[in-house]
């Protein structure tokens, strides 16, 4: 544990008055590291009373940030001082690259990093920088919301599909990702492109059968579906019912659900009706009753909505 | 293949009933020691702290043995001239600290303490051209931050202020491919935005523009083995998404999709048998923030011994009808 040289105790402070934080009376005993926040603290409340502009305020915003990085206050009065004292703000890009890197998950310092970019209207590094954060953790809420602002902002969507496919390869279930393949398609080529969506629905098949229990695949294979509806793609019924053998999953078997759901609530004419609604029915039990079981009253609940279908279609054609 | 599910797995030794005195004595003692360097640590956010802390006693029966008189005063040095509400004394006002406030002030049945006109101007002042809600001044943006302006405006009585129908658009714009809602608009879904924005749309009268089916199997797959529930595919459980999961669930009149026992086991094995109060998952230490949360999706899973919690406030039922708010939900 290293001496820390009181701010209360060094000369060029001394004519500022520590504000104590006025919730109670400070105890005898103290460990030293709450002695440094206290002292740390208490000269932060006496220059934001004073609402001090100067060097040592800004030397103080670190120390304090040290400390405490989730104090927004503190982060607040140092952009105040960055404009004020007029710093160098690629300094200051390098300051805030080694507090994300030490603490990324912290919300302040990455909306921090967003108001440095547009100050400096310079995202150059910072499609880097993400990539490297999430070489850490391939999650990281706030680094994936970085990165998709910078890509909006300075529309710099090239390679990142490219990116994207490189993360998939090294974690197939990684959600951020799929949820990034599907943010840079729509702002680019888009879905209603039927190349892009078929290119899309063999990729996702191909991870599937790479790794079946994958409920970040399904969803996209269904998410990109919707809107023409499952049962009406070409193939699709086929492609999925050949995967149950090798890669069945309770997420394949609820694709099905989803799509023999989708041919009768359109009442497709490429599908037998009833026969289409037998297969629906006992895939919700099996699911029900055997490989989903947690999520039971769900199935249970299909199997009616799917019942009520048939028998709607059932009441206009007689 | 092998198939790894991330999950946790609950030891037979862990707390199977609920402890409720023991979690009303964590937080009756909890800041009683105002030089605890974790409750110093966390003065940053001491208005939400607050908020997590009397709630929890008040669905416990136990907001009593809270200093009502030390908390009123506390909020009133919070309140700046711009009208916004700071975590603490020293700190800048925002809008996260100003609903949490709102909501202590509503729970005591004190509001006036503050000026309420001013509070209404400083939200109305943070709605943004796209309809979002800034979080403060410097402008971050979130789906958090709408659900905070219209909760806030809706205990105040003063949802009419702002611009509605952009509002409402900018939600609906972080909707994504999975039934879901993100951050912003593209935003990867996340059970937290989840609980934001479909308790926004809830008070906005919103709730039909939501594809329940679709959404609610996104929550109920957010459910695993353990009984625990996660955020998003492929993390860890923990017991807050009770609360984010849960509430949004019922708020979209699917929670009966939820395995309900094998959720209140994972939450009470959540527990702390000696220090009381509950962690994020089972073993760990536990918080405040854990301990609202773990008895609130109680509450909501019906356990008896516990006030109904309102699933878009995350405040007791009898105080919003005392204040007369009664926020759609779906069935």
Known sequence: MCLFFYFRDRKEWADLEPVPQDDGPNPVVKIAYSEKFTDVFDMFRALLKNDEKSERAFALTAEAIELNAANYTVWHYRRVLLQALDKDLREEMKYITAIIEDQPKNYQVWHHRRMVVEWLNDPSEELQFVAEILSQDAKNYHAWQHRQWVMQEYKLWDGELEYVEELLEEDVRNNSAWNQRHFVISHTRGYSDSAILEREVQYTLKQIKKAPHNESAWNYLNGILQDGGLSSYPGLLEQVTELQDTCSSPYLTAFLVDLYEDALETNSSSYDQQETLNKALELCKLLAEEKDTIRREYWNYVSRSLQNTEYITDMLQV | ?331
């Open chain 2, 1 to 331: 293949m092998g198939t790894q599910v991330k999950d946790v797995v609950i030891k037979p030794e862990a707390p199977n009933t609920l402890l409720l005195d023991k979690h009303a004595d964590y937080i009756a003692a909890y800041g009683s020691k105002k030089d605890d360097y974790e409750y110093t640590l966390s003065e940053y956010l001491r208005m939400s702290g607050i908020y997590w802390g009397l709630t929890v006693m008040d669905l416990m029966g136990q907001l009593s043995r809270m200093n009502r008189e030390e908390i009123i005063e506390f909020i009133k040095s919070c309140q700046h001239d711009c009208g916004g509400i700071s975590a603490s004394t020293g700190h800048d006002p925002h809008l996260l600290y100003t609903l949490s406030a709102v909501q202590i002030l509503s729970l005591y049945d004190s509001i006036n303490v503050i000026d309420v006109d001013k509070v209404v101007d400083y939200v109305k002042g943070l709605q943004q051209e796209d309809g979002s809600f800034a979080g403060d001044k410097w402008g971050e943006i979130d789906t958090r931050f709408s659900f905070c302006a219209v909760a806030t405006l809706a205990l105040l009585g003063k949802l009419d202020v702002i611009n509605m129908d952009k509002a409402v658009g900018f939600v609906l714009s972080c909707m994504n491919f999975d039934g879901g809602f993100g951050c912003r608009p593209g935003s990867e879904s996340h059970a937290g935005q989840i609980y934001c924005c479909t308790g926004f749309l809830s008070i906005t009268g919103q709730l039909h523009q939501v594809n329940a089916d679709l959404l609610g199997w996104w929550l109920c797959e957010r459910q695993l083995p353990s009984g625990g529930l996660n955020g998003r595919p492929e993390k860890l459980p923990d017991v807050c998404y009770s609360w984010w999961v849960l509430a949004s669930l019922k708020i979209i009149g699917r929670i009966h999709w939820i395995d309900k026992a094998k959720l209140r086991s994972f939450i009470l094995a959540c527990q702390d048998e000696e220090t009381g109060g509950f962690a994020d998952r089972p073993g760990d230490m536990v918080d405040p923030f854990h301990t609202l949360f773990g008895v609130a999706g109680l509450s909501l899973l019906g356990d008896e011994q516990i006030k109904p919690v309102n699933p878009v406030f995350c405040m007791p039922e009898d105080v919003l009808q005392r204040i007369g708010l009664q926020p759609d939900l779906l069935n």
